[in-house]
């Protein structure tokens, strides 16, 4: 599904990405680890189509497509969903109407009917009982007022809404309580299909004895410097970052 | 007619098409579901610029006693009328014109004006549309305002001013049923003279500022409503403004009085050709009301702004007011300023009677060379009167956006208060907001705030839109709609879509 091949991306002429590669299925998921500063989001950011970070080399593709040929909506409508760190606020425009504009644009470009309002209600309020979110938060501005914890949720909806083929979870733990956390997974987890891949990008551990991944990936200076199955993350855990810094240091 | 039928139908179905009124059942308020017809007006210009050809009525340029004469001669005016317009035209030769505004244009040579054009009429008096030249009535088919009342699905009372002469005010018959009178100024002086001599200058004196002085003194043409005691009145009531001809100035003056409970909505709506010499348009607009009566008054200003480079354009000076006489009387102003080179206008409330309510919600757009200073005048004079200020100016490529609003409470008016908010959003860097706000108060018990903001459309928000699958232009008038959304609220339901689309298309191309 999505093939990421020598990728070297900077920001504001750093360069970040030092030549990532990875392959990611339909029906996985992979978390991808790492110490501050190694460049996760970064790596998010560049597939989701951030103009604020310029591909210097590499390729990616998605589906068959050239990802990195395309604007960020294209990415979006071809399947392709951020669940952001930091969830943008947009004061006046409600979640509900949100969320059926960016619907209807991926239906759109998809050759399927767009959904009215009625419908799309409907359609809103079923996801909305699906991730256990409240159905109040379909008339709130986007994120505006919410909770730490409230937007991150609210993130959980819009790829329950939206459907992806490829979701991308930029920190989706980060500033959350234990039940906060508890709730997002459990959302995260009903959305896995074997038609949809996830893509974890996390600090920590405990996201992933929530969501458990098929594939662990550590990513340092800018590069997956090693891969393996679930272990590898309590491995993590246990004695952090230092023994990787200390492996690539010797190669 | 075959043109014009033709046009009204096309018309008529895109009014089937809209989604009714009072749909609000959905978050997705009407202004949001209207975001979406930006896509189509995305790439448009300024599509009212063009020119109806038609003989005029012009006068020569310049203005003297003479010419006030000559005005008031070719409208069959009475003597009294006469002499309050020379009343004002000399107290306006001893003002100065202000200078106080942050706008800045060159001098404005008032010698070199024109003070009245009219298109020729065939026959005098028009008796019924049938008399009305069809190329004015397809001008305003074009502009979307189908004077034919059998072909207007909506329930809308037009009254349609060419320059500076009424061409034809609509569904006169059912509103008189109510005792409701509407028609252009120039047919109240003559059938109405009476309520229009009781109430013409008793909101705005003639001697109340340099543009009001000229407007009383040149006053052309423009629309009368009164709506008696009990009468609420059974539709929207609208005056459609076209400044056609070059070189003329538009003067027009409305008045709008409702008796005892009365209550009425009123829409304004204002376009212009693309010229590249600059006009000049003075209004003036009094609103009356009497105890428990309520008025709310409308206006999508899209006067042709100029072009990119800031050339031509409407200098738009203008004094709108509203008196709230009565006990419980309540007057609204609700604006979207979009058009003109240079906007001055402070639409306000003298709040006389106990526990009267103003309240001033107002979008203004600045983008190009476009210099807007625009605000409202909250005058608390009786007990318990309360006001409210909602203003949200956007400013994009090199936009100059002013708030200039004045709240003032007078030694009587016991717990009087007001509220003000005023939020700006720039786009770009080379643009400008300013706010000055005048807070005068004279009595204790008042209660006077205001909040002010400062905002920018982020880049963060544009690409958390595009993630999502919406474009560029999208995220913008998303972003946009969701900041005018409190004044969009008050706008009647094809006002809003039309403001959100007039944003759209001004706004093209200004982020990224």
Same mark, same amino acid.
């Given at each position: 599904m999505l093939e990421i091949k020598n990728l070297h991306a900077t920001v504001e002429g750093n360069e970040i990405l030092r030549g990532v590669n990875l392959a990611v299925n339909a029906g996985e998921t992979h978390a991808i680890m790492g110490p501050n500063g190694s460049g996760k989001s970064t790596l998010a950011g560049v597939l989701a189509g951030n103009e604020a970070y310029d591909v210097t080399d590499g390729s990616v593709s998605f589906l068959g497509r050239d990802l990195l040929e395309l604007p960020a909506e294209e990415r979006a409508r071809l399947g392709l969903f951020l669940a952001f760190q930091y969830p943008v606020e947009i004061p006046g425009i409600s979640?509900?109407?949100?969320?059926?504009?960016?619907?209807?644009?991926?239906?759109?470009?998809?050759?399927?009917?767009?959904?009215?309002?009625?419908?799309?209600?409907?359609?809103?309020?079923?996801?909305?009982?699906?991730?256990?979110?409240?159905?109040?938060?379909?008339?709130?501005?986007?994120?505006?007022?919410?909770?730490?914890?409230?937007?991150?949720?609210?993130?959980?909806?819009?790829?329950?809404?939206?459907?992806?083929?490829?979701?991308?979870?930029?920190?989706?733990?980060?500033?959350?309580?234990?039940?906060?956390?508890?709730?997002?997974?459990?959302?995260?987890?009903?959305?896995?299909?074997?038609?949809?891949?996830?893509?974890?990008?996390?600090?920590?551990?405990?996201?992933?004895?929530?969501?458990?991944?098929?594939?662990?990936?550590?990513?340092?200076?800018?590069?997956?410097?090693?891969?393996?199955?679930?272990?590898?993350?309590?491995?993590?855990?246990?004695?952090g970052y230092d023994w990787i810094k200390e492996e690539v240091a010797a190669v | 007619m075959p043109s014009v039928a033709d046009s009204n139908q096309e018309n008529a179905d895109a009014r089937a098409q809209k989604p009714p009124s009072g749909n609000d059942t959905y978050s997705g308020t009407r202004v949001e579901q209207s975001t979406r017809e930006l896509e189509e007006l995305a790439n448009q210009q300024y599509k009212h610029g063009w020119v109806t050809e038609i003989e005029q009525d012009v006068i020569e340029r310049g203005l003297t006693e003479d010419t006030v004469r000559l005005i008031s001669a070719k409208k069959e005016e009475p003597e009294w009328l006469l002499e309050w317009r020379l009343k004002a035209f000399r107290h306006w030769q001893t003002m100065t014109e202000p200078t106080w505004a942050n706008v800045h244009y060159p001098a404005i040579d008032y010698q070199h004006q024109r003070y009245y054009a009219a298109p020729k009429r065939k026959a005098a008096p028009l008796s019924s549309l049938d008399d009305v030249d069809q190329k004015l009535l397809q001008t305003f088919d074009k502009l979307g305002i189908p004077l034919e009342e059998q072909k207007r699905l909506s329930g809308v009372a037009v009254d349609a001013v060419f320059d500076s002469v009424s061409v034809a005010t609509t569904h006169k018959d059912i509103l008189a049923k109510k005792g409701i009178i509407f028609c252009s100024f120039s047919e109240a002086v003559k059938e109405h003279p009476d309520l229009v001599r009781e109430h013409l200058g008793s909101v705005v004196p003639y001697a109340d500022n340099f543009f009001a002085a000229l407007n009383s003194a040149v006053f052309s043409d423009g629309s009368f409503c009164y709506v008696p005691k009990g009468v609420k009145c059974p539709m929207d009531l609208s005056t459609y403004f076209r400044i056609n001809a070059a070189e003329t100035g538009q003067f027009e003056r409305t008045l709008i009085v409702a008796a005892e409970g009365a209550s009425v909505n009123y829409l304004e709506g204002c376009t212009a050709p693309q010229r590249d010499e600059n006009q000049l348009h003075a209004a003036v607009v009094e609103l009356v009301a009497l105890d428990d009566a309520t008025i709310n008054y409308s206006t999508v200003q899209n006067w042709y702004a100029g072009d990119r480079d800031g050339k031509g354009g409407i200098y738009n000076f203008v004094t709108k007011r509203g008196k709230c006489a009565g006990r419980n009387s309540h007057i609204?102003?609700?604006?979207?300023?979009?058009?003109?080179? !240079?906007?001055?206008?402070?639409?306000?409330?003298?709040?006389?009677?106990?526990?009267?309510?103003?309240?001033?919600?107002?979008?203004?757009?600045?983008?190009?060379?476009?210099?807007?200073?625009?605000?409202?005048?909250?005058?608390?004079?009786?007990?318990?009167?309360?006001?409210?200020?909602?203003?949200?100016?956007?400013?994009?490529?090199?936009?100059?956006?002013?708030?200039?609003?004045?709240?003032?409470?007078?030694?009587?008016?016991?717990?009087?208060?007001?509220?003000?908010?005023?939020?700006?959003?720039? !786009?770009?860097?080379?643009?400008?907001?300013?706010?000055?706000?005048?807070?005068?108060?004279?009595?204790?018990?008042?209660?006077?705030?205001?909040?002010?903001?400062?905002?920018?459309?982020?880049?963060?928000?544009?690409?958390?839109?595009?993630?999502?699958? !919406?474009?560029?232009?999208?995220?913008?008038?998303?972003?946009?709609?969701?900041?005018?959304?409190?004044?969009?609220?008050?706008?009647?339901?094809?006002?809003?879509?039309?403001?959100?689309?007039?944003?759209?298309?001004?706004?093209?191309?200004?982020?990224?």
């Open positions: 979640n509900a109407y949100f969320l059926q504009a960016a619907l209807n644009e991926i239906r759109k470009s998809n050759g399927l009917d767009e959904l009215d309002a009625m419908e799309f209600r409907e359609f809103l309020e079923e996801k909305m009982d699906f991730v256990k979110i409240d159905r109040k938060f379909a008339d709130r501005p986007v994120n505006e007022g919410f909770s730490g914890g409230e937007k991150k949720r609210n993130e959980i909806l819009q790829m329950a809404v939206l459907e992806p083929k490829l979701a991308i979870l930029d920190e989706t733990d980060s500033g959350l309580d234990i039940d906060a956390l508890r709730i997002v997974s459990e959302g995260v987890n009903k959305l896995r299909s074997e038609n949809r891949a996830v893509v974890m990008v996390t600090h920590y551990q405990r996201l992933l004895s929530y969501i458990v991944p098929d594939f662990v990936h550590v990513l340092y200076k800018g590069r997956i410097v090693k891969s393996g199955g679930k272990d590898l993350a309590l491995e993590l855990e246990e004695k | 609204s102003w609700t604006q979207v300023e979009t058009g003109s080179a !240079i906007t001055w206008k402070y639409p306000g409330c003298l709040l006389q009677g106990e526990n009267s309510i103003g309240e001033f919600y107002s979008v203004a757009l600045s983008t190009n060379y476009q210099q807007a200073d625009t605000g409202t005048k909250m005058i608390h004079i009786g007990a318990n009167t309360r006001s409210t200020v909602i203003s949200k100016t956007i400013s994009a490529r090199n936009g100059n956006n002013s708030y200039r609003g004045q709240i003032k409470v007078m030694p009587k008016a016991h717990n009087a208060r007001n509220y003000t908010q005023c939020d700006s959003l720039l !786009i770009g860097d080379q643009c400008g907001a300013h706010t000055f706000p005048y807070i005068e108060v004279k009595n204790p018990t008042a209660h006077v705030e205001h909040e002010a903001s400062t905002s920018k459309i982020s880049e963060d928000q544009l690409f958390y839109c595009k993630q999502r699958g !919406i474009s560029q232009e999208d995220a913008i008038s998303m972003v946009i709609n969701g900041f005018c959304k409190e004044v969009f609220e008050h706008l009647p339901m094809e006002f809003a879509v039309e403001a959100t689309k007039l944003l759209g298309v001004s706004l093209e191309g200004s982020v990224g």
